[in-house]
């Protein structure tokens, strides 16, 4: 089947899991540039045990809580809408509108980091004893805290927005970022068992701290390079799909794939399936 453009219709892949492991090689082998965001990838769970655990649960009580959870979560919404809303700008081009993202998440990591550290520096785990009497929603001071923690929310709604439409902006073809989710997701969860590990074993404070904003700024940098050299204006064929896998574990290179110019039976299939569209109501 081909469409009104010239293009193939993509035919859906039913491959087993093995063709799928090695599926995530041919991705790695013909586009590396998805290196660069491994350590973007690895980040963006990271920050979760700190801002929950060596924040929120360290410093206020189960009423504070909650109130901050609920908060935390309604500025996700605002701050995937807003990143979005900017990403999405089609009247912007495509390498402003990623530089304009990775600029927004440098500042919001800044932002959010420096004014964590005032707090953080203030106490430790031994500081802090399993009785202690924490911080309520009337307390002085509770309003700065919890706009910290509404700010942690925004970027961290940012963060995740942000690698999903770098993501999209290397490749149109499904199963090419089927692969790059799959990777995303593989790195996140590491990260994610690696800090939750370091907390269960008392790891200090200041060091998850620290841990957190050296990883968030290291996945900007090395992203930085990937956007710079792999985000265009359009996507071409022959740049977002090097090699597909068949069922069978079968490469095929691109050209093998491409789609010749309509013409003969490719145009009457074409005015085929046109007349058969109009035919619907």
Not at 134 to 158: E, F, R, V
Not at 218 to 241: C, N, Q, W
Request: net charge positive; aromatic share 16%; charged share 20%.
């Amino acid at each position: 089947m081909v469409r009104t453009d010239g293009t193939k219709v993509t035919a859906p892949r039913h491959p087993s899991w093995k063709l799928e492991i090695y599926g995530l090689w041919i991705t790695l082998k013909t586009d590396p540039m998805i290196l660069f965001l491994f350590p973007m990838f690895f980040a963006s769970n990271w920050f979760y045990t700190w801002q929950f655990n060596e924040y929120n649960n360290a410093l206020f009580n189960i009423r504070a809580r909650s109130l901050n959870n609920l908060v935390y979560w309604l500025a996700q919404i605002i701050g995937s809408i807003s990143i979005g809303f900017l990403l999405d700008q089609q009247n912007i081009s495509r390498r402003t509108r990623a530089f304009s993202g990775w600029i927004i998440l440098f500042v919001m990591v800044f932002v959010v980091h420096i004014w964590a550290y005032f707090y953080q520096k203030g106490y430790t785990r031994k500081s802090i004893p399993p009785d202690a009497q924490k911080m309520d929603i009337d307390d002085s001071g509770y309003t700065a805290k919890i706009m910290l923690y509404i700010l942690c929310g925004l970027l961290d709604a940012m963060w995740q927005t942000t690698a999903y439409w770098i993501m999209g902006a290397m490749s149109n073809d499904p199963a090419k970022l089927a692969h790059f989710t799959g990777f995303y997701k593989s790195f996140q969860s590491a990260g994610g068992a690696g800090v939750w590990r370091a907390d269960a074993v008392k790891t200090p404070f200041m060091n998850m701290f620290i841990s957190t904003w050296a990883l968030l700024v290291s996945g900007l940098v090395f992203a930085l390079p990937m956007i710079f050299l792999r985000v265009k204006e359009h996507t071409d064929y022959s740049d977002e799909v090097l090699a597909r896998m068949d069922d069978s574990g079968r490469i095929h290179v691109a050209a093998e794939m491409q789609a010749p110019t309509p013409t003969g039976d490719s145009v009457r299939e074409v005015r085929t399936i046109k007349r058969e569209q109009r035919s619907y109501p």
